[in-house]
């Protein structure tokens, strides 16, 4: 009898935690998840094409969610690569004749079996879909170290952020000697690192040990912006350098080299990116670049024709002011004209996603939740993925919520971005309270995006005449994974402010 009391007794005080636990985590976490949970049979996400150079180290850890152990296989995998059954990582070279091998991904548990083809383009190109990965300056400004960079890898994992295809683990500025900090080369002129990073080979291989790609950061000036060395000058002893040390993507940020040339024509403007382009690209392995000179010139005409692959459009996103609407809103308004110059392989870049917790660039203070609404959060990642942009995130990795990462890892709304046809969505209507954009996909549906830039809910509508439609579409809620009921005509949904519908139409077949 007294058993039986202390049982009870246990499952009441049990029931009341549970339900005392319950209540707090409502309180928490009144942030609206729109994401559904991705279930416990595999689903092969991240792009259906990959871009690299004949002969180069070749790394992919397959993107997949579902529970683990998930054994990986490839088929039609060239005999230069291999696969590691346990982890999905696929390395090797890339097989020395240029042409189109088609793979076919699979990933099988107990729960069931998923099948995705790869094409992987040996070619001239590469970032055929836009980067995907994590950047350290909002969230480690001058602070970051080689530590927070191997942490932010496992971080990368261990979140499932990886899953999704998230891969490149990018250091900002910062590496380099800062200017009081003397000596900045070696006698033979090597760049060194300062004392924040001991060992930068060895943070790189422990990037690629995990199956992600490693990020750099310089300046073709005497300085970077924090004011650390740059290239200038050093050009190709540093593109040796970084190609030496194994990384896979450099930030080229134009910063101090106004101090060597008076105006900006345009021949100006190039010049550093060509001669930083043409280094990266006789590299023993492939190497995306990212131009960064806030679009000076146009940067979208002629940014792929020096070598790089995307380019900011704007100033720096976190020291843009906000008014009436948030300062994402207004980097990404002024990308979003620049659709045309899209292509795979040449990006417009918006600059980071700077959502979760994110330090103050005005002060390069330590990290804060984002001000930003749940819903202005849908329309950040919403508004990157329709204009295929760069989708690199710069928050602290170390406290990624649960909120945050169903902004960031929708497959569906990550399908948008990443879609292998590379376009930049069309701007079908903006005023002062609507933003309508819509993206073709490479399966022939269209993804559109209203968005609702006033302070008040809002219904907003896209007719197929705006949208090059016809005949009876199906609508797909892309953040809720849902299918809508068929219409026909137009498209129209009651947004609430500052937020966004993002839905993919698909013609009905007769
Ligand atoms: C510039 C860039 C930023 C960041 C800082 C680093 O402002 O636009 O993205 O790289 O430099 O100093």
Request: charged fraction near 20%; aromatic fraction near 10%; charge should be negative.
């Amino acid at each position: 009898m007294r058993r039986f009391h202390l049982v009870c007794i246990l499952l009441l005080v049990g029931g009341f935690l549970f339900c005392a636990w319950d209540v707090a985590w409502a309180a928490a976490e009144t942030r609206p998840i729109l994401t559904p949970k991705p279930g416990p049979a595999p689903r092969i996400n991240g792009p259906s094409v990959q871009g690299c150079r004949p002969g180069r180290p070749f790394l992919y850890r397959i993107p997949a969610t579902g529970a683990r152990p998930i054994e990986f296989s490839a088929q039609g995998l060239p005999e230069e690569l291999a696969l590691d059954p346990a982890t999905g990582i696929i390395t090797g070279t890339t097989p020395a004749a240029p042409g189109e091998y088609v793979l076919t991904l699979v990933a099988e548990n107990a729960e069931g079996k998923a099948e995705r083809p790869l094409k992987v383009i040996v070619g001239d190109r590469l970032a055929l879909t836009p980067p995907m990965g994590w950047n350290s300056w909002y969230i480690h400004y001058n602070r970051v170290t080689e530590q927070h960079m191997r942490n932010a890898a496992d971080a990368m994992i261990a979140s499932g952020m990886a899953d999704f295809g998230y891969q490149y683990v990018n250091c900002d500025d910062c590496w380099t000697k800062h200017r009081n900090d003397k000596p900045y080369r070696d006698a033979q002129g090597n760049l060194l690192t300062n004392a924040k990073f001991p060992d930068i080979k060895g943070m790189v291989d422990y990037i690629h040990s995990k199956g992600l790609k490693a990020g750099t950061y310089t300046s073709p000036g005497p300085w970077t912006c924090a004011g650390y060395v740059g290239a200038g000058g050093h050009e190709e002893q540093d593109a040796q350098k970084i190609a030496e040390w194994g990384f896979d993507f450099l930030k080229y940020d134009w910063c101090s080299y106004g101090s060597y040339e008076h105006n900006q024509d345009l021949k100006v403007l190039q010049k550093p990116y060509a001669l930083m382009g043409n280094l990266l690209k006789q590299a023993n392995r492939d190497i995306v670049l990212n131009l960064c000179q806030y679009g000076m010139g146009d940067v979208w005409k002629w940014g792929a024709e020096v070598g790089g692959h995307c380019w900011r459009t704007t100033h720096d996103l976190g020291l843009m002011a906000a008014n009436q609407l948030p300062s994402f809103y207004h980097a990404g308004l002024s990308n979003a004209r620049h659709w045309q110059y899209v292509k795979p392989g040449g990006w417009n870049d918006p600059d980071y996603i700077l959502i979760g917790t994110v330090g103050d660039a005005r002060t390069g203070g330590p990290g804060a939740a984002t001000s930003l609404t749940p819903d202005e959060q849908y329309s950040y990642m919403s508004m990157w993925c329709l204009m295929a942009s760069p989708l690199i995130f710069s928050g602290d990795m170390a406290r990624l919520d649960e909120f945050t990462l169903n902004v960031l890892c929708n497959a569906e709304v990550l399908a948008v971005d990443q879609d292998s046809l590379g376009k930049q969505a069309r701007i079908v209507r903006q005023n002062d309270d609507e933003l309508v954009l819509a993206k073709p996909m490479e399966d022939g549906s269209l993804a559109v995006g209203l968005f609702n830039l006033s302070a008040k809910p809002r219904e907003i509508s896209a007719s197929w005449t705006d949208l090059g439609l016809t005949g009876k579409q199906i609508p797909r809620d892309l953040w809720r994974q849902k299918d809508l009921g068929a219409t026909e005509g137009d498209y129209r949904a009651e947004v609430p402010p500052h937020g966004v519908m993002l839905v993919r139409l698909r013609g009905v077949e007769k």
